[in-house]
Every structure is written in structure tokens, then in C-alpha cells.
């Protein structure tokens, strides 16, 4: 799959479009293609989290079902957009980024 669309710039290769992709392959229906995106998602940020210790193991799993129901409606709200429709703006992560270097403690030097 890589070698036949790489050179044709028709897939980008980014993971919400391969996993969409993967699913559709193997027969699930986008409801549960989406569902099981945002909770790998949820997952990953949630583990993050507990690596940098601001959440311990257990509090993460008591955080995971907490969100449960938020998750949810998030799901109805957003399921089944267009690509066209997809955007992130987050103004204050940028600026904040943009201030790594002078971090006295930095997690990764660059």
C-alpha cells in the first residue's frame, strides 16, 4: 500500500486516515471506528500523563472511567465530519512552546 500511493501523493500516511483505513478493511462501521480512535486517543493521553507523574497508576484508571460520559458526547458531537472540517487552533500552546528554550528544566534538550 505504501510503495503503490507514496509517490502518487493521493495518502498522506497519517494515523487517523491509516486506522480509518484499517477499520474499513476489516468491517467496522465508522460509529465503532470512531469510538475505538478516541478511546486509544483518551488511552495515550491518559498514559502521558502517568509517565510524568501527574497522575499515579490507579488515579489514571479512576480518570479513564471518570470521562467516560464526556468522551461520549463528544463522539455524538463530532462523529462523521468531513475532512474539510477538520481544524485544531490551541493559541496559548503555541506561545507557550515557542518558550521552551528558556526553560530552566527542559524534558528534552533541542
Keep these: 500500500m505504501r510503495d503503490t500511493f ?6 498522506s500516511f497519517h494515523h487517523a486516515p491509516i486506522f ?11 460509529r465503532t471506528s470512531q469510538r475505538a480512535y478516541l ?7 491518559i498514559s502521558a500523563a502517568t509517565r510524568l507523574n501527574l497522575v499515579g497508576p490507579m488515579g ?12 461520549e458526547a463528544i463522539l455524538e458531537k463530532w462523529m ?4 474539510e472540517e477538520a481544524c485544531q487552533t490551541i493559541p ?9 528554550g528558556y526553560l530552566f528544566s527542559r524534558m528534552f534538550c533541542s
Excluded: E, Y
Excluded at 507514496?6 to 495518502?11: A, F, I, M
Excluded at 478511546?39 to 493521553?45: S, W
Excluded at 489514571?60 to 468522551?71: D, P, S, T
Design 60 to 71: 489514571a484508571a479512576v480518570l479513564q472511567h471518570q470521562i467516560v460520559l464526556l468522551a
Design 20 to 30: 480509518g483505513l484499517i477499520c474499513g478493511l476489516l468491517g467496522l462501521d465508522s
Design 92 to 100: 496559548l500552546l503555541d506561545t507557550v512552546q515557542g518558550c521552551h
Design 6 to 11: 507514496l509517490g502518487s501523493g493521493v495518502v
Design 80 to 83: 462523521d465530519r468531513n475532512a
Design 39 to 45: 478511546f486509544i486517543t483518551m488511552r495515550d493521553v
